[in-house]
């Protein structure tokens, strides 16, 4: 494959709340297949019922098709589920497509774990300057006034930057019974 489409692959994985994901429709686009047959292939699977609602979400969107709009479905998956669903087309040419997909998974991967580490890097330094500070100004009655106006800023990019490094987990009905 060449570069340019490995860019439009890389388009359309993207990031869904800090997963990679890709949709029934960009597995049609790739493939060359119509979207209804990828809708098919995707209920006609033989996974577990764990392994469907894990890895494949039915989305409803309002889509203009010639004058009128209508609701039309499609899957939003992730890494696991595309590799489930795809293992089933073959040929060369599809071959080569699922290697394109899963580098486009893995840089995507990759461009989380950036944007994760980089703030872990800015969480580490706001932490570590708000401590120089409030120890710097600890005494100082003209810092203690400067102080005042500082620490909410850093106060609240601390508990932002918290907010988001904060690992969200999914509750299922599993853990709550």
């Known amino acids: 494959m060449n570069m340019m489409t490995t860019l439009n692959l890389r388009a359309m994985v993207t990031s869904e709340n ?31 019922q764990k392994f469907r609602e894990r890895n494949f979400a039915f989305t409803l969107e309002n889509k203009k098709i010639g004058n009128t709009k209508r609701n039309t479905g ?14 089933g087309f073959s040929g060369e040419k599809a071959d080569a497509i699922k290697e394109s997909f899963i580098d486009a998974f893995e840089w995507m ?26 120890q710097e ?15 909410p800023i850093f106060e609240s990019e601390i508990t932002q ?4 490094l904060q690992p969200s987990l999914p509750f299922t009905s599993e853990i709550l019974a």
């Open 74 to 87: 499609f899957y939003q998956m992730t890494e696991r589920g595309f590799m489930f669903l795809v293992m």
């Open 109 to 134: 991967a990759n461009q989380l774990t950036q944007t994760f580490q980089s703030k872990w890097a800015r969480y580490n330094h706001i932490s570590l300057e708000y401590k120089n500070r409030k």
């Open 137 to 151: 100004v600890s005494g100082q009655a003209r810092g203690m006034r400067q102080w005042r106006d500082d620490k």
């Open 18 to 48: 800090g997963e990679a994901k890709t949709t029934s429709y960009a597995v049609a686009e790739a493939f060359k297949k119509r979207h209804s047959d990828v809708l098919r292939a995707i209920k006609n699977m033989k996974c577990s």
């Open 161 to 164: 930057l918290e907010s988001e």
